[in-house]
């Protein structure tokens, strides 16, 4: 028996990166998980990959109807909800505060924000129904200090760290747990197309950036799904509006 077996989780955002290594983590300690993103191809492959543990649900975060009925083609497909992961989310144009434009703003809170907001509107009652369980958001160490650069992605994380404040106090009654992570620089495909986008070495970056670690390197998608098995499972039962910095020491 695995820590999560019975359970049923939800990741957006579950295709690539983080998301999809808490796919991959969750189902190994034994649950069923829906994975929600809008990269069909390797959204549907890595449903196939774990044969009857995991179904793919083609959803845009940032859209309440589809985050909605991906919720319910969850509760469908497997019976019941009782983790949501609220991985999705996008970086963002790197500009400082007067260059960027109200649509680019809009859009990271969208993707980042908005996108919590609906995945846990449309949890609750699933989650009541089971009788209990866990929400888990990604926010990210910029949601606890600042930095001089991406100002809408900071501003998103700083509000998805205290919307799971909000929440856990909100549902805390209902036995329905709320935490966030924070992780620090994970090498993930959105990090390497960011560095791309701005011209540098993807490679390069990583290296530098490791060094920077009182741990010596960068971490990777699993350091961060063992965190969110960790926030999933009952051992994890009187952690609630907790905020959980996996950064290999970096904001020590
Ligand atoms: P990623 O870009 O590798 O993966 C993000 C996934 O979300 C992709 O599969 C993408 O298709 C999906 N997605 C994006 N917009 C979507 C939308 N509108 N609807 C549905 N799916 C959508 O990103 P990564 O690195 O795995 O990040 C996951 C989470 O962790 C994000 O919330 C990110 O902000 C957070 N994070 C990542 C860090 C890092 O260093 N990689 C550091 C701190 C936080």
């Not at 774990?50 to 009925?69: M, Q």
């Not at 007067?98 to 859009?107: I, N, S």
């Not at 924000?113 to 089971?130: D, E, M, N, Y």
């Not at 930095?147 to 106090?169: C, E, F, I, Q, W």
């Amino acid at each position: 028996m695995g820590r999560l077996s019975g359970k049923v989780a939800l990741v957006t955002g579950g295709a690539l990166g983080i998301g999809a290594a808490c796919v991959t983590r969750m189902i190994e300690a034994g649950a069923k998980v829906a994975i929600v993103d809008l990269h069909d191809g390797t959204g549907q492959a890595l449903a196939r990959q774990h044969g009857g543990n995991a179904r793919y649900f083609h959803a845009d975060v940032s859209v309440e109807a589809e985050v909605a009925a991906a919720i319910a083609g969850t509760v469908e497909a497997f019976g019941r909800l009782d983790v949501l992961v609220n991985n999705a989310g996008i970086t963002g144009p790197n500009k400082p505060t007067h260059e960027l434009t109200e649509a680019e703003w809009d859009r990271v809170q969208a993707v980042n924000v908005k996108s919590v907001f609906f995945g846990t509107k449309h949890a609750i009652a699933p989650l009541r129904a089971a009788g209990g369980g866990s929400i888990i958001n990604l926010s990210s160490i910029y949601g606890l200090v600042g930095a001089p650069d991406l100002p809408p992605y900071h501003a998103s994380k700083g509000a998805v760290r205290l919307m799971s404040k909000t929440d856990a106090l909100l549902y805390a009654a209902d036995r329905i747990r709320v935490n966030s992570i924070h992780p620090g620089f994970i090498w993930t495909p959105m990090v390497e197309q960011h560095i791309a986008s701005m011209g540098g070495d993807p490679e390069q970056h990583r290296r530098d950036t490791g060094a920077l670690h009182p741990l010596g390197h960068m971490g990777d998608a699993d350091d961060i799904a063992w965190g969110v098995v960790y926030l999933a499972c009952d051992e994890s039962k009187f952690v609630t509006g907790s905020e959980l910095v996996i950064d290999g020491g970096y904001t020590c």
